[in-house]
């Protein structure tokens, strides 16, 4: 419940900053809806085993799913990446977040 | 060809990109190392074609953990199909910004290298979440892609471009962690039918498709799309044509087929919304005024008609929409480089600043003629033969309105095109058609000298490829024909695809 809770807050947020008008709050809005997926990613593979998952070391049926783990990994470093980049974006023509985009 | 080689078609240009990344190597090189894995991988998806033609299924599981984990590489019929025209466009689109001098950007050739590198991934993987990965591997250049090159609106759009796409990113891998948390897995072997099953997976999978509609421009999605591809170079927007929004196309035809088993309840979602993507886009290029934003809005619509074989799911729907999908990647990268070429050449892509191309570059209008004759669909060409398989298909399936649709919607298309000859390649060149240019070594201050612009042969040599090869696909139509069926055949009964995922 924790969880689920925790990623609609992060989800309210993100959304919420995702429709103001600066670049550099539309990618605050991205770092928490990167958290709020992650999150889902984590509680997809259940939270309540939490054992390592070293075969031979710990019983099946108390280690965790090792596989969203590696998801999130991966996708943590993805979300990075763009997040850099697009605070170059932010970065570069100073205050065009201010015009009409049309 | 041993199944076992298919990841090298990721690992090649991935290698090669690094290499020119690191080293500073000499431009003849650069080009070299450029074309070379394209080429590599062209010919090595002619081999795949040949082997698959008859239905096989290659597969190879690299890191075979217990349990089946693995990152499975997979080719059928339909992922070699987009295997070698992709790679097809890939070289074409390279010698093209060759041609015009883009590869002079620093890190341009490393950057379509790991495009194609992803590229390939995306069409081999049997597995949602290396999809994702792969997908990422594919958008990363494009962002850099996009904003390097092209006018100064690239900045604006590439800010457009790069937040819708992590967007949709974000909500595919929503769409992943809900299909693994319901299904436990997101190997598509297992996944197979799984959607059908179970009413949870199939919520997961709807968001994993939503993300894909919006990648590949789907009405009512598709603003992104118009807004952000005519700001960057013209052989960057003919790769993205080909690459970007198809990639999305292939990954729903794949993953309607395989996890939902082409569930028929889904009909009517499919052809009203395509249906409203095939009118709207269209109707929207009525309205532009420059060559490559009439294009896109065209490349919308079209969407729509391939999209629509998927919808209608039979045997004569899915060889057709794999037979336009083909067609379309051809016909679009042609038209996109033939009016880059004027653009490159002519300083400017407005139709009222053009005129009178025909008369000045008549191979270049021959090459346009004949790419946007077979968009609009009239015989000999590819286009006829992708509509009239289509049309029949919806007029089989019953779903005769939009039948009628797609027809009325052709001569729209038509009209357009019409109108894009009527103001580029006839009527009187403008006064500023000749335009000033500085001789190389005049200083500041001097006389520039009029010269009438002209499209140099490498420039014009990609455009003439493609339109040949889509008037080969027109006159040839049943060689493509007999593999689109194959293809589809493999989509109606995945039991082949699941057991090689499975291996």
């Excluded at chain 2, 455009?463 to 090869?469: G, N, P, S, Y």
Aim: hydrophobic residues 60%; aromatic residues 8%; proline residues 4%.
């Amino acid at each position: 419940m924790t969880l689920a809770l925790t990623i609609g807050v992060l989800v309210f947020g993100a959304v919420f900053l995702m429709l103001q008008r600066g670049l550099v709050r539309i990618i605050l809005g991205f770092v928490m809806l990167g958290h709020a997926v992650n999150l889902m990613l984590m509680s997809a593979g259940g939270v309540f085993r939490r054992a390592q998952p070293l075969i031979g070391y710990n019983p099946a049926d108390v280690v965790s799913d090792p596989l969203p783990q590696a998801f999130v990994l991966t996708a943590i470093v993805i979300a990075f990446s763009i997040t850099v980049y697009m605070l170059t974006l932010a970065a570069t023509g100073s205050d065009d977040d201010t015009e009409d985009l049309s | 060809m041993s199944a076992a080689l298919l990841p090298l078609m990721v690992a090649v240009p991935l290698s090669a990109a690094g290499l020119l990344a690191l080293a500073g190597l000499p431009p003849w090189l650069n080009r070299v190392l450029l074309l070379a894995p394209s080429a590599g991988t062209l010919v090595a998806s002619t081999v795949l074609l040949w082997i698959t033609r008859d239905g096989t299924v290659l597969s190879h599981n690299v890191a075979l953990w217990p349990d089946g984990i693995a990152v499975p590489f997979l080719v059928d019929a339909f992922s070699a199909l987009m295997l070698w025209t992709t790679s097809l466009l890939v070289l074409v689109c390279a010698a093209f910004a060759i041609a015009v001098g883009d590869d002079r950007t620093s890190y341009f050739c490393p950057l379509v290298l790991v495009l194609s590198a992803g590229v390939a991934g995306a069409l081999m993987t049997g597995d949602l979440f290396n999809m994702f990965v792969f997908i990422e591997v594919m958008l990363l250049p494009a962002y850099g892609l996009l904003a390097m090159l092209g006018s100064l609106r690239r900045l604006r759009s590439g800010r457009v471009y790069v937040t819708l796409n992590l967007l949709t990113s974000t909500v595919f891998l929503a769409g992943v962690a809900l299909v693994y948390g319901a299904a436990g897995t997101v190997n598509l072997g297992r996944l197979a039918g799984a959607a059908a099953d179970s009413s949870m997976v199939a919520v997961g999978m709807g968001v994993v498709l939503l993300a894909l509609s919006v990648k590949s421009a789907v009405v009512p999605v598709h603003g992104w799309l118009a807004r952000t591809y005519p700001s960057t170079s013209p052989a960057v927007t003919a790769l993205f044509s080909g690459l970007h929004t198809k990639i999305a196309i292939y990954a729903i035809y794949r993953l309607y087929a395989v996890v939902f088993d082409g569930d028929s309840t889904y009909l009517w979602i499919g052809v009203v919304v395509f249906g409203a993507t095939m009118v709207v886009g269209v109707l929207a290029a009525v309205g532009e005024e420059t060559t490559r934003s009439i294009l896109v809005f065209h490349m919308i619509s079209q969407i729509g008609y391939i999209l629509l074989g998927v919808a209608l799911f039979t045997e004569l729907g899915l060889t057709a929409g794999i037979f336009y999908l083909v067609h379309h990647m051809i016909v679009k990268a042609s038209l996109f480089l033939s009016t880059g070429a004027i653009e490159k050449a002519h300083g400017t892509g407005a139709l009222d600043r053009l005129g009178g191309i025909a008369a000045r570059e008549p191979l270049l209008a021959i090459a346009f003629m004949v790419a946007a004759l077979s968009l609009a669909g009239i015989p000999p060409f590819s286009g006829f033969v992708a509509k009239l398989a289509l049309v029949a298909a919806a007029f089989q399936a019953g779903e005769w309105v939009v039948a009628v649709v797609a027809v009325a919607v052709s001569l729209v298309t038509l009209m357009s095109m019409l109108k894009i000859w009527g103001g580029v390649f006839w009527g009187v060149a403008p006064e500023e058609a000749d335009r000033p240019v500085h001789g190389p070594h005049t200083e500041a201050g001097s006389t520039p000298v009029l010269v009438r612009p002209e499209v140099p042969a490498a420039m014009l040599a990609p455009c003439v490829v493609l339109a040949a090869t889509t008037s080969g696909i027109g006159l040839g139509a049943a060689v493509l024909l007999d593999l689109g069926s194959t293809a589809a055949a493999n989509l109606l009964d995945t039991s082949t695809y699941v057991e090689a995922v499975l291996g």
